[in-house]
DNA sequence: CAAATCTACTTTGTCCGACAAACTGATAAA
DNA sequence: TTTATCAGTTTGTCGGACAAAGTAGATTTG
């Protein structure tokens, strides 16, 4: 047993890792600003000193990190990690875990209501009128529950996006993303679950329009409620989150 | 111009692509639980018929996304993703999209609240002895800033980890992991901020011990508008997050 | 017989060199 | 001006190579 350490351990990351955080550190830092070129691989090769093959595993997970994108002609840029990728990833986690509706509709309830409340108070003509816009077309597929539900996760989207906080808009995604694929199948089975969930979007928005805050979370509250009686009619709200949902997320992804 | 298309476009996914969807597909649908081996690199070359340099980046994608992971003997294995990682990676997205203090506020106002509300209703014994815990340790530092923030930022975690919702742990973790170093800051610039932080936390545990949630939801609304009144002495909430605070997160991830 | 040591094998991390396909940019032809 | 051609880059993939670290089985030692 040595009488005590000399020596301070010392630092054994692998290379593509290193490679890696040396080129995160300078995107993050922000002296690579986001569609900075970060030059070819051969480039890179010759300031890491490494290998190629050892320089495209450090992209590869820059790549998949969001922090950096092939555009068009697949030169490497470094770009802004979009919210849409990041909530999948972490849809897929929330499926993995095993999460149950009761979970996601407990923070749902509460991000939505949230997402109404700023959205009242700051919501600019635009948002408004892509919100009636969004409603316009609800009520003209209000017969086809595949597009309708469609319709409903944009326009919980829009209502997100009104209130103009990017935190609120990220942290309720996840949970969106697995909790609305649900609508197209609670709308197709109750009878008047569709225009009950257009006539909620349209108070809503005339909340909104009016910047009346309390009508504004009565009716998210009363929208989500009647989502969950839909539901409970179908399944129980203690049935985790199952992984067609997530084949779902993916197939959305792809396109 | 051609008429009209006589082939579907043809699927041209890199192979390393193509690896990692395939492998993330038997994760994800359960075919491969976490713990389970994936096999060797060569098993790997195999199966897939592609070359070693193909497979490798294929996994790296994958370990970055938190699906496999290399144990203590490199082996690689399915896992489930890290509540933690992927808020780290979430965090890093709010820095580079320059989200403000303001924002972070809002939604960490909103989302402690229902942390707080769900664990007076179901903190079990064992919750709240941790608590008492940390409460425990916090006397004891409170002269020490640093050591004070970081009591602060897991009281917080363990208030979430009561609530028994683990869509709220991971929603609450990005806000609070930029949200909760600046305490540091706030506590070693007031003269009562510590004896107040830890004043808030001690009625805080005592609600959820007594199953009082007015009084748990008041206390944390208290404690928040303490740090917003210490961060507005220091700086203004408009300020957008600084890549400060994102060194800060790698250091603590890399631990 | 149990514990420690040695040895042969496997696996990972890295490197080298190679090549086809796709893309770039410029020049020549219609 | 548009189209065709062509040489040079760059990426995606391949095959093979090797040192370091880990594994497991055989062997020695107490």
Redesign the interface.
Known sequence: MPASPLFRRIDVAPA?QKVADAIERE????RIK?GDPIGTELELVRQFGVNR?TV??GI??L?????LWRDSSRRLQAC??R?NK?AT??S??????E?TFR??F??SM??EI?STE?AVERATEEDIAELADNLARSEQVIADPAALAECDADFHVLVAKASH????Q???E??AQLFFPTTEMIVSHGAQGATRLVEAHRHLLEAIRRRDKAAGVQWTRRHLQDWRRGFERIASLDRSVE?MY??HA?AVRRK
């Open positions: 593509y995107i993050v830092s922000g986001p093959s495209r595993e590869r997970v790549e998949e990190g969001g922090l802004l990690p919210y990041l990833r972490l897929r986690a929330l499926v993995l875990h999460v979970e996601l407990e923070v509460t991000l949230a700023c906080n990017r935190v609120l990220l942290a309720r996840p949970a992984h997530m084949e993916q």
